[in-house]
Every structure is written in C-alpha cells, then in structure tokens.
C-alpha cells in the first residue's frame, strides 16, 4: 500500500490510517494536536466529519467568488493546509495572498512540507505564507476570504464573538467569512438523531465503538461545538450583515458570513 494519499487539491499527504483510540487507555487524555494526530490527520478527518472533501474543495470555489485585488486570504488553524491548497488552485485574482495560522507546531512543520510538495506539481498558484502563533493574537491585514475551518470549536466560548468582531473589521467589502463547525442542536429529539447518524457515519467508516467512545471523551473538553442559532447570532453581533449557510451533512456545517 502506498504511503501516501492525496489532499482533494492534489498533493500527496499522510496515508497513515487513525487507530489513536483503538486501544483501551487507563485515562483518555484531553484531545491535542501533537505529533502523533498529525501524522494519521488526513485520515482521521476525512473519517469523522461528514462532508469534509466537499466542504474543502467548495471553500475553494466559494473563495474565488469572494476574493478581492490586492487583499489577503486568510486559512485560520490551517492544520496541514487542506484549505490554503484549494484556495490556492481556485483563486486567481490579481494580488491575493495566502496567510495559513495554526498555533500547533506540529502541524505547521508538516503543512510547510505539503505545500512545498504543491508548489513543485502546479504553477501559477498563489502566494502562500505559514504562520505559527494563536489566531487570537493576529493583527489582521485587509482581507477578502477568511476560512475558519473546524476551528472556532476549539477556541473558548467566551473568546469566540472578540476573534469574529476582529476578522469583521479586517474584511474589505465584497469579502467574506467561511466558517464550518460540528452542531449541536438546541432540539433534543434532533441532537439525539443527528448524533446518532454521526456515530454511524464514523462506524462505517471503521471505527469501533471503543474508538468513538474514547475520542469522545478525548474531544468533550476541549471542543465546544454552539448551534446553528448561536452563530448566527453571535455573527451578527461580531458585526456581519448576512448569515448563508450553505452545506449541512449530519451534525456538521458550513456558512458564510458577509461583512
Ligand atoms: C480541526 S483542525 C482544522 C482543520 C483544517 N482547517 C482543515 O480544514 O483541514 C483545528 C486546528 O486549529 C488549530 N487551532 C486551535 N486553536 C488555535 C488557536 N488559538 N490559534 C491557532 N490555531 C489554533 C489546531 O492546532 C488545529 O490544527
Ligand atoms: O466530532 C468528532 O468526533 C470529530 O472527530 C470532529 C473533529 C472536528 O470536527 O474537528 C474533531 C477533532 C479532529 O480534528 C477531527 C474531527
């Protein structure tokens, strides 16, 4: 079997398959993206958001809609660069730039590599540049495309409505923000089915009940998904105008957001 698989804009990426949960653990520590996630991360991914390679290959496609002359395209917890390669095979407006930011090290070592590995298979691609830092410290520039993808859930709730105000504030008009997070649902009945489906959309996937349990419980303090109701009000209290969803499959969502 080969080593390596392709990110949906191309470029080879890990293969290794997830198997983090496979084995009873004493104590499942709090989840974190180290070294040993990122290696089996375009797996597990793939494997556990419903909708994932549509989502990431669209944000390309969205973005080119909204990108404008001279302004910057921002990939925030940019993991190993799924979304900062499509952004930068669709968008081909004059002057635009790709900033990725991830505040694991980890991560931004390996998604540095891939991106080399885009650059050596496709020309004409945007610019790109790799931060290493927290989103929350950023000093934005004047941006068109701001992708969140999967990434507001981990960031604490009550530093959520500050980050989004801020990202308002750097996008220029005809810009917007991408933002897809898990759901939970405010309905019982329906948080009750949708997380349901979800565990059969991952055992279908391959994972065993022991696995899901324990990334459960691995994810549950770390990851505190709002629903769909919550972010659109706190989008419009960041300031955005307009809330678009735009994909929904299962418990996962995408929206965009417009200044
Ligand atoms: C679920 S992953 C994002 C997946 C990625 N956007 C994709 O589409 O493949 C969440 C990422 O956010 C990063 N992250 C979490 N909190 C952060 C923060 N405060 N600043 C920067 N990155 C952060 C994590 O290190 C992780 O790589
Ligand atoms: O809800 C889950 O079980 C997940 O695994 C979701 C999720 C995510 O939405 O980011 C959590 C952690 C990993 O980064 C991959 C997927």
Redesign the pocket.
Known sequence: MPAFSTHAAGTAVSKEPDRLFAQPLAQVPD?AFNEDVVRVFPD??KR??PGYPTIVENLGVLAAQFAQPDSVLYDLGSSLGAVTQALRRHVRTDGCRVIAVDNSVAMVERCREYLNGQDSMFQELLPVEVIEGDILALKFQPASVVALN?TL?FIAPEQRTALLARIRQALVPGGALILSE?LRFNDPEEHALLTDLHVAFKRANGYSELEIAQ??SA?ENV?KPDSLEEHRERLLAAGFSKVVPWFQCLNFASLIALP
């Open positions: 989840f597990m991914i556990s958001v999967f859930q898990k990334k459960r994810i990851m």
